[in-house]
């Protein structure tokens, strides 16, 4: 009998394949705080984990723990050295969200450009003569650079270029591997990227320390647009508040943030022409769903034998028979 630990809210679909599945029992947890996965992770085989962090003390409280199943495609809050010291396989959805993140991020572009967020307060509470000051940008001809070239820039440049912007990328990583065939143009180095920008979208992984700074928002444009729906901490958020407040950055749209969630009264709060938003850029209904019976049945596949080894995260550092 394999007993799983489903630390989170959970679609329905997810639930069905986990409470039809045969000798299998399920413990839900409504929270998404570590607290609450602690006080009943002992006699879990498996964790299904949303959005909370997994350290290595609520680790060491089970004994029984083979795989944590992570409900989407990020681990940084997940110890993968606790898990790899004892031989828990770490397992990811496949590409489940990148279509929903991509279309937040075309969204948050569009938005900041029109400056939507000014225009709403502007016919709400005035001034409705707002509009003649003509803040409100075209996209169409507009420079846009894809800081991060993976599933999910691929997916926001083909959006962005029916809206005739003009779409270029930067990703060293593909750069030494092989840029895409048929991808958009390939820029050599930040700065350049930088100095070219009318719009900046970042679309890439956790850089351990902010990518941008006040040296690299001075090499950007006057006016410019930045997007940032990857990951919090990639732009350093003092030297984003300093920007918009000189102009620098004329308008944002941000989704992520060094801490989630912020304050109330955090100065990015405090521009009306900056798009906030919870962290959502891959939680839709529709993403949930595709991530909720992905994260369910890497569990299942994974005590049959049968997970991909290409959802394993850290299939080097345990022992099981896997298929493709």
């Keep these: 009998m394999v007993h799983v630990v489903v630390a989170g809210p959970l679609h329905a679909s997810g639930r069905a394949i986990l409470d039809n599945a045969k000798d299998v029992t399920v413990t839900y947890i409504a ?3 570590e607290a609450s996965l602690a006080a009943e992770i002992a006699g879990a085989d498996a964790v299904l984990l949303r959005t909370q962090p997994l350290g ?3 680790v060491d409280l089970a004994p029984n723990l083979k795989i944590v199943s992570r409900h989407g495609v990020g681990y940084d809050a997940v110890d993968l050295a606790a898990l790899n010291s004892r031989g828990i ?14 279309e937040h991020s075309a969204m948050m572009i569009l938005a900041a450009c029109k400056r939507a967020l000014r225009s709403d307060i502007s016919v709400r509470t005035g001034p409705w003569e707002w509009r003649n000051k003509l803040e409100a940008r075209d996209v169409s001809g507009q420079n846009l650079l894809l800081v991060g070239y993976g599933r999910i820039g691929r997916k926001t440049a083909d959006m962005m270029r029916a809206f ?14 092989g840029w895409p065939e048929n991808g958009v143009t390939c820029v050599k180095t930040l700065d350049d990227g930088l100095a070219w920008a009318d719009v900046l979208c970042f679309c890439l992984p956790h850089t351990g320390a902010p990518l941008i700074g006040a040296a690299e928002f001075e090499r950007m444009r006057d006016g410019v647009v930045v997007v940032n729906t990857s990951r919090g901490g990639i732009l350093d958020e003092h030297a984003m508040i300093a920007a918009l407040a000189s102009g620098k950055v004329g308008a944002a749209g941000l989704d992520v943030f060094h801490q989630e969630p912020i304050p109330h009264d955090h100065p990015l709060a405090g521009f009306d022409q900056v798009l906030l938003s919870p962290h959502i850029g891959g939680l839709t209904l529709d993403a949930a769903e595709r991530m909720a019976v992905s994260s ?5 596949d ?6 991909d080894p290409a959802l394993i995260v850290n299939k080097d550092k345990f022992n099981v028979a896997l298929q493709n």
Excluded: H, W
């Design 31 to 33: 929270e998404t705080s």
């Design 56 to 58: 290595a003390r609520t």
């Design 89 to 102: 396989a770490l397992s990811v959805c496949g590409d489940v969200n990148s279509t929903s993140v991509a």
């Design 164 to 177: 005739n912007m003009n779409v270029r990328a930067f990703d060293p990583y593909l750069m030494k591997q």
């Design 296 to 300: 369910a049945e890497n569990i299942l």
């Design 302 to 307: 994974y005590f049959n034998g049968t997970i």
